[in-house]
């Protein structure tokens, strides 16, 4: 969200009228004075009415500064259930803020996964074309591509930018990121859909489909950084998973200290590197959880599931701490590193939306408040079903990719990092910040 202007941030209101009273004043001059105040006050006021009443979509009575407190959280409240309002243009909340991404577009098939190196400098992208994008981050200026067997499900990059998994249908790629040189495969029996590599870049998991008939499975191999090109072939744990349905996503939990698992049925396990289950299975979720996402810290993490709900979990006790509740599946979440804030993306399957004529507002990015579990804003830019969002390791840009196959940089202002959206929310005004595209 950049303050409105290409330099700098919304206008200051300028107060000349901060000295303090002459003891001496008489009567007559003080009431000038205060006539002369009360006239700025109403000019003010009527300024600020006039910018109201171009906003169609903000209902006036949002005007009212003088309601109750209890009024005002009672309409808190209610607009934390109910839809937030679509506004067609940009909003005006306590500061002008415009979202402007910038958008990268060079993938011919939908994008699957956006991930950021560790310097933030750089933006992967992966995509079902078979290819995986890198950006420059600061102006969006395409660096190369690294070309896999098939469909791209998933990627990760070492945290000192030097190496790139990406898992391909059956196949996981190593890559040097610098040259774009293929440094090593392993081949995998059976439909990748995770690839992370663990803390202290040694080792990375990879989790698979095998067939119906066949239990899910995680591969975990160690990884050399001295000959890259010289890999060990043999898995150094192999986890067969007796879940329910198949599995969505897999990752590591926190310290290594174990791997969770979710599934298509809504379930959430944890196995050790041993492969043996260390608590009951956790069926929060009624349908698909699609994605798993890790606090900076890993000390939390969020499953994104198809019930239109994205759920809070303590990574080392995995308490069940917040729900967050939207209209349509959830495909993706990240964590902001600053604020308490996340963000979610998703949306219905582009056939379902073709045939039913879906609202468009679904495809959102939105926001919500990591405590109160309320929706802050949300931004409109996509045009089918946003499968990725991330954000940067700095906190200072997130990224989302979409089924159109195109991916989006947003570079966030200060006034974000000021509180902007809280503030747009106590003045209870539309929770919804609309792309100017």
């Known amino acids: 969200m950049s303050a409105k202007g290409k330099k700098g941030g919304a206008a200051k209101n300028k107060n000349n009228n901060n000295k303090k009273p002459n003891p001496n004043t008489n009567n007559n001059e003080k009431k000038q004075q205060n006539e002369k105040k009360n006239e700025k006050t109403n000019n003010a006021v009527e300024k600020k009415d006039n910018q109201n009443k171009n906003n169609n979509n903000i209902n006036d009575n949002n005007n009212n500064n003088n309601a109750e407190g209890g009024a005002n959280n009672e309409r808190r409240e209610k607009q934390k259930k109910q839809k937030p309002k679509k506004l067609q243009t940009q909003l005006t909340v306590q500061r002008n803020l415009t979202i402007r991404p910038i958008v990268l577009s060079g993938h011919e098939r939908p994008v699957t996964q956006t991930k950021f190196n560790n310097d933030s400098d750089l933006l992967f992208t992966a995509s079902k074309d078979g290819t995986v994008s890198v950006w420059y981050t600061d102006n969006g200026e395409r660096l190369g591509s690294y070309q896999g067997k098939g469909a791209v499900s998933s990627i990760d990059i070492t945290t000192d930018s030097e190496l790139l998994l990406m898992g391909a249908t059956d196949e996981v790629n190593l890559w040097r990121v610098s040259n774009g040189d293929l440094l090593y495969t392993w081949k995998i029996p059976g439909r990748i859909v995770s690839v992370e590599l663990n803390y202290g870049n040694n080792q990375f998991l990879v989790g698979f489909n095998v067939g119906t008939a066949q239990n899910p499975r995680i591969y975990v191999y160690n990884l050399s950084h ?79 599931s198809d019930d239109n709900t994205a759920r809070l979990y303590n990574a080392k006790t995995f308490t069940l701490l917040r729900t967050y509740e939207t209209h349509y599946p959830v495909l993706s979440g990240a964590f902001s590193k600053d604020l308490d804030h996340i963000i979610t993306s998703g949306g219905l399957p582009a ?87």
């Not at 007796?242 to 990752?251: N, Q, T």
């Not at 990719?401 to 966030?412: I, M, N, T």
Request: aromatic fraction near 10%; glycine fraction near 10%.
């Open 351 to 437: 056939d379902v939306t073709t045939t039913s004529g879906g609202d468009l507002g679904q495809f959102a990015t939105r926001f919500f408040s990591l405590m109160d579990e309320g929706e802050l804003a949300s931004i409109r830019a996509h045009f089918g079903p946003v499968n990725s969002v991330a954000f940067s390791p700095n906190g200072k840009i997130f990224s989302s990719g979409g089924e159109e196959g195109v991916a989006r940089l947003y570079h966030l202002p200060e006034d974000y990092f000021k509180g902007a959206l809280e503030e747009a929310a106590e003045v209870d005004l539309a929770a919804e910040l609309a792309l100017q595209l």
């Open 226 to 304: 001295t000959q890259p090109g010289l890999q060990p072939k043999q898995t150094a744990q192999e986890i067969i998973l007796k879940v329910e349905g198949s599995l969505s996503k897999c990752a590591w939990g926190y310290m290594n200290e174990n791997i969770i698992s979710v599934t298509s049925k809504g379930g959430l396990y944890v196995h050790d590197l041993n492969g043996n289950l260390v608590r009951e299975p956790i069926h929060d979720h009624t349908r698909n959880i699609n994605n798993i996402a890790f606090s900076h810290d890993r000390l939390y993490f969020l499953t994104c």
